[in-house]
């Protein structure tokens, strides 16, 4: 029997590809998940009684979020990372580290192949192939739902014939959870007119009344939550819980997959909205005009390549060293508001604010020049403009 190694989440893709691989393709199939913040010791449990119950050979499990945290979101914090100024990146940042997690394992236990879940329509696809190929290059990839096209519908009717009940509303949504936010799709955005309904998100409206919250910053690091020093894992969950309440996050994000075609997913993210703002606004205090220049030029490249699973190319390498280094003066503490369905950013207090100087205050009154300082400046910085304006005047208006 082929040795398998499935990456295996628990959801409807997998869960089919576990009697399909052992039934129809006479596979040894062995499931293994990485939880990057998305599953509870419960539903850990869960998973494994689905999988031993649908034929897999066994199964295991392995929690990365501290790697996950240190080798990916802080640099999707210090970058402001939004994918088309909108996405905090939820699940693409986290199929890069499961499929390594899933290459590592498949080469300690000798598999001869390994399978994912993913269809031949959406980027995980490329993610997944892209990170096996380039670890374990002797191991066959098999995609049993790509390769032969089959719908969710055949996959539940699949399920339930080998004794499985899946529903066929619990096929409806494709749900990814984890530390960094969680995806919704199926149904209404598979088309480009609708909304997903309020009720397919994880987490309901429960507070109505609005709250000030503080998140404090070092070196560009998450270390506390109202004043609570914590770690940044700790922050990040304790802000979820708090946020999530105010159904703050949900946002649908369009854009330009992978492999060509427009894309279009729900998510809920209310901490990583939350941080990247606050820290963006904290930057604006604290970075040159330059520094913000520049970082916002490669932050956008160290989306783009999370994002399509070029987590592995050496450039991102250098990317991240660039980040890091600047966020020295990024320290501070950011004052927000939270309401339903959204928040707002109050202000920042920072010992690095560039607009505590004595030097002037913007749009009230100059410190360190005087109104002829001024004028000479302006007339100054116009005369290029104004030379090429009294030689080509028939071009300019």
Known sequence: MKKVVLAYSGGLDTSFCIPYLTLE????????????????????EAMESRAMQLGAASF???????AFYEKCIKYLIYGNVLRNDTYPLSVSAERVFQAVEVAKYAKEMKADAIAHGSTGAGNDQ?????????ITP???????????????????????????????AKGTYSINQGLWGTSIGGKETLNSRHAIPSEAYPSQLKETDQTSISIGFEEGTLVSLNGEKL???????????LAADYAIGRDIHVGDTIIGIKGRVAFEAAAPMIIIKAHQLLEKHTLSKWQSY???????WYGMFVHEGQYLEPVMRNIETFLEDTQDKVNG??????????FELEGIDSPNDLMDVPFGKYGEEQGAWTADDA????????????????KNKEDQL
């Open 60 to 66: 295991e499990a392995v929690n990365i979020e501290e």
């Open 138 to 168: 002797e191991c066959e990839i098999i995609t049993p739902i790509r390769d032969n096209g089959f719908a969710r519908a055949y996959e539940i009717e699949y399920l339930n014939k080998v004794g499985l009940e899946w529903s066929a």
């Open 333 to 342: 503490e950011v004052f927000i508001k939270l309401f339903p369905h959204r």
């Open 231 to 241: 770690a940044p894992i700790q922050v990040i969950k304790k802000l979820n819980d």
């Open 126 to 134: 490329v993610r997944f192939d892209l990170i096996f190929s380039s």
């Open 25 to 44: 393709k006479d596979c040894e199939v062995h499931c293994f998940s990485v939880n990057t913040g998305g599953f509870s010791d419960e539903e850990l």
């Open 294 to 300: 520049w970082k916002k030029q490669l932050s956008e």
């Open 375 to 390: 004028k000479g400046f302006i007339k100054i910085l116009g005369n290029a403009s104004k030379i090429y304006y009294h």
